[in-house]
């Protein structure tokens, strides 16, 4: 379990840190021209972008390792000669 931990740690902080470099290039996280904002109006700063996309990596990324090793693994094609 710690491995798959270890996993989503560095999804989460992979993510984190493309998300706040691009975002230190001026870039609006809304794309287009538009900035981004939630349902009250307000503006979304770096931070709550940053925190949002790692959060999902941290997620990605232990699921990914968790179900990767429990997944069912081929041996090679069937059903053809050799």
């Known amino acids: 379990m710690l491995r798959h931990l270890l996993n989503g740690a560095l999804s989460f902080a992979i993510s984190v840190t ?22 009250s109006g307000g503006a979304w700063d770096r931070t709550d972008v940053a925190l949002t996309a790692g959060i999902a990596a941290f997620v990605s990324g232990v699921c990914t390792s968790y179900f990767g090793d429990s997944w069912p693994r081929s041996t090679g094609p069937t059903g053809g000669t050799d």
């Open 18 to 39: 493309v998300v706040l470099t691009l975002a230190g290039e001026g870039r609006e996280p809304g794309g287009a021209g538009r900035s981004a904002s939630n349902e």
